[in-house]
């Protein structure tokens, strides 16, 4: 039995949602893969639980979210921050969850770039640095031998990088074209199947839990460009960054032009397209009943290959222990490569 | 460069397929994989081409198209069959796509269990000897400590054997239900748009090639039962073999049915259903723009998870080259792993 210690930076939901996936699934990893799993250290932007024995996945959330950090985690509670853990602990295996940031990447970057220095892989599920970044991530994480993972960044619990990757190898990606993002298409949805205004939908979605209370990265269509870039990096190796991406965000869709639509049998989605003739996001009219026509919170997106045609697929873009699902999905992938 | 010696029995449109597949991807496969493929024979149900040199993938084709057979190959056709052929030549890895047998699973059977005894690794499309036989086949393949892949199988280019194995693989996929047959796909599809009959619609799918002479396997539901089978045991680890299918196939479908259920926004698919308490295949209602809504020849499958919820993947359920991608990417797999 080989064991690795695993060492989890950011602790918002999918954080939690990546303890929560480890407690749930540890037994399986050890009897399918002969591997066992310890969590030796998990840091949020303002506290820490470290402990070579391994942390207790369930007294981690229920510490988080009871006194609201990490620090009053019994006896192994502190303040490191994310740097200063990387430099203490022992481990194997980073998985670094911390918030997306589209203007420098940080803190997950630096983080990244120093777990591949001391020759440790990483999982993220962080779009920000592999937006802006990707090709020197890639090339450090090469160049220290390590394996560099990140199935989450995209459309969630949706797999799509490792599909292309690995269940389609054989093929040829010539594009990919896609909703790529949960919170818009719900907004969409809603304005189609309730005829109401855009702001009036934004302000229910945030009620709900949907939108965030800064909608910007939604719905100005950031966080969806930021996949595409990743998409076409990993899957179409295009080296492309965040600025060659052609944005359109939802914010000026109306009521209006949504009736217009539905009248002749189409709807307005909010659509990536990944080829190597383009990097785009934007509002675009799909055929009522399409393969587009999904509702809620769902994603979706169609490899068009050489030798499969076309495939298509369809999951959850978002969600706690779903976007988790990903990033073990990533963590038994290296673990089976070792 | 590490050289890999194919044998390829069956050439037929899938074998054809895989020929054709291997001479567009073998620069690709030296270069990602460092792998050099080699077809060194192939047999069809009477004929037979043979070099440890290597036989050439364009003339191997219009051989067979022009020739109706591999005996008129230059100088390396003969007439052997398949024992023969495994027994005399020295090979890596064997390609089984010989047509599916449901009563005894032969010729396919025999050739895979003698590949496994000489330690060699086996790709197969052929559901007859896995629907029938599955245990026995996966046990001898462990047994002999050799790999054994059959994607293929089910919904030839669409991937789902891969996909809910290696893409999904921190998943516990608790059911999978889908469209599972292109061609019942097609004749229900068109008796909708059409308000056809099922004998007009069926004569029509033949004579555009789409359903065979004999239909039998697909409109008796025998076809997608074979996947449910291979499914069952695949993916959710449940020892079963034809017999335990309920199935239903398409032949009693009127369109008077057909156009009841169009009125109240439903439509009639041919589904097979796979969990722990069923193994089933039969027409069932589906709501119109629900993700069963496709049209034409595609395949689809909904796969229940406990981490990732529902994941769909919708692609093309047949076709030669479309079909030869899946064994190609098995291909690629096992060369992997080696």
Same mark, same amino acid.
């Given at each position: 039995m080989k064991n690795y210690k695993i060492c989890i930076i950011g602790f918002g939901a999918v954080g939690k949602g990546v303890v929560e996936s480890i407690f749930l699934k540890k037994e399986m990893i050890k009897q399918e893969y002969d591997a066992e799993l310890k969590i030796v250290a998990v840091g949020d932007s303002s506290s820490s639980a470290i402990s070579d024995d391994g942390l207790d996945e369930r007294l981690l959330i229920e510490t988080k979210e009871t006194k609201g950090n990490l620090s009053d985690y019994p006896e192994f509670g502190g303040n490191l921050d994310g740097k200063d853990i990387l430099d203490k602990i022992d481990y194997d295996i980073l998985i670094e969850v911390t918030p997306t940031n589209i203007? @420098? &990447?940080?803190p997950g970057k630096s983080l990244i770039l120093k777990a591949f220095e001391d020759g440790k892989d990483v999982v993220t599920s962080n779009k920000g640095h592999l937006a802006i970044n990707y090709k020197e991530l890639v090339v450090s994480a090469q160049k220290n031998n390590v394996q560099f993972k990140f199935? +989450? =960044?995209?459309? &969630? +619990?949706?797999? %799509?990088i490792n599909f292309a990757q690995e @269940?389609?190898? !054989?093929c040829n990606i010539e594009s990919i074209i896609g909703i790529l993002n949960g919170t818009t298409n719900y907004i969409l949805s809603r304005m189609t199947s309730e005829g109401s205004s855009y702001i009036n939908t934004l302000n229910e979605s945030q009620e709900l839990g949907i +939108?965030? @209370?800064?909608p910007t990265q939604d719905v100005e269509g950031i966080d969806a460009a930021c996949k595409t870039v990743i998409l076409a990096n990993s899957i179409l190796n295009i080296d492309a960054t965040y600025s060659d991406v052609d944005v359109t965000g %939802? !914010?000026?869709? =109306?009521s209006e032009a949504i009736d217009l639509a539905k009248k002749d049998g189409y709807l307005i989605k909010l659509i990536g397209e990944v080829s190597k003739k383009s990097l785009k996001v934007s509002p675009r009219l799909v055929k009522q &009943?399409?393969?587009?026509d999904l509702n809620g919170t769902l994603n979706m997106a169609t490899l068009k290959t050489d030798l499969a045609g076309d495939v298509t697929v369809v999951g959850k873009g978002a969600g706690s222990l779903e976007t988790a699902s990903s990033i073990l999905t990533d963590l038994i992938n290296i673990i089976r490569l070792k």
């Open positions: 203007e @420098t &990447g940080e199935e +989450a =960044t995209v459309a &969630g +619990a949706m797999p %799509i @269940t389609l190898n !054989s +939108a965030e @209370t800064d %939802i !914010s000026d869709i =109306t &009943g399409s393969a587009y």
